[in-house]
Antibody, heavy 119, light 107 residues
Framework: QLQLQESGPGLVKPSETLSLTCTVSGGSISSTSYYWGWIRQSPGKGLEWIGHIYYSGSTYYNPSLKSRVTISIDTSKNQFSLKLTSVSAADTAVYYC???????????WGQGTMVTVSS | DIQVTQSPSSLSASVGDRVTITCRTSQNIGRYLNWYQQKPGKAPKLLIYAASSFQTGVPSRFSAAESGTNFTLTISSLQPEDFATYYCQPSYSTPYTFGQGTKLEIK
């Protein structure tokens, strides 16, 4: 059974870079059928799609974050990663990684990791 | 970008009630809309994809429909485990957006 697990610091200082990794287990990240994405949810708020990556490295980012976001993939480690630069308190959120299948739906999610931006 | 308006934002209902949640999109997106259920402290769970196709294991009391730019999720007879927040997600094109959410609470 495929599982996703986010990892990374839970506390990031303002203006620094948020870095998270999603480890995929129970299946290959190199499948041609899926994209791998990041979604966040601010406390008490709704869901915001950050972007996604294909196994080939092709990416698409939400234009609202595009200038600060990089998503990368390491097929040898079955992992993909998120970097968000110049963070502020507005970036405090639970960050989820998720599998996006060909119906453009997120069918498998990680448990989420809370990231707080604070000095 | 495709905008979506989800209503109501909250809903109070009793076990056994029938409830309907609606999402309206800013343009015609065909059947490219998904529904998720989220319980406190948990990741969202995909319930329905492509407007009315069920993910494995979703109870039959859930149903979904599409008519133009209007999409509905109906729960025919609420069960205690259905009290959660529900989100729609238009998936016609990136950047993906999500509805604002409907918090379904026990009356």
């Amino acid at each position: 059974q495929l599982q996703l697990q986010e990892s990374g610091p839970g506390l990031v200082k303002p203006s620094e870079t948020l870095s998270l990794t999603c480890t995929v287990s129970g299946g290959s990240i190199s499948s041609t059928s899926y994209y791998w994405g990041w979604i966040r949810q601010s406390p008490g708020k709704g869901l915001e799609w950050i972007g996604h990556i294909y196994y080939s490295g092709s990416t698409y980012y939400n234009p609202s974050l595009k200038s600060r976001v990089t998503i990368s993939i390491d097929t040898s480690k079955n992992q993909f990663s998120l970097k968000l630069t110049s963070v502020s308190a507005a970036d405090t959120a639970v960050y989820y990684c998720a599998r996006e299948w060909d119906q453009r739906a997120f069918d498998i999610w990680g448990q989420g990791t809370m990231v707080t931006v604070s000095s | 970008d495709i905008q979506v308006t989800q209503s109501p934002s909250s809903l109070s209902a009793s076990v056994g009630d029938r409830v309907t949640i609606t999402c309206r999109t800013s343009q015609n997106i065909g059947r490219y809309l998904n529904w998720y259920q989220q319980k406190p402290g948990k990741a969202p769970k995909l319930l329905i994809y492509a407007a009315s196709s069920f993910q494995t294991g979703v109870p039959s009391r859930f149903s979904a429909a599409e008519s133009g730019t209007n999409f509905t999720l109906t729960i025919s007879s609420l069960q205690p485990e259905d009290f959660a927040t529900y989100y729609c997600q238009p998936s016609y094109s990136t950047p993906y957006t999500f509805g604002q959410g409907t918090k379904l609470e026990i009356k």
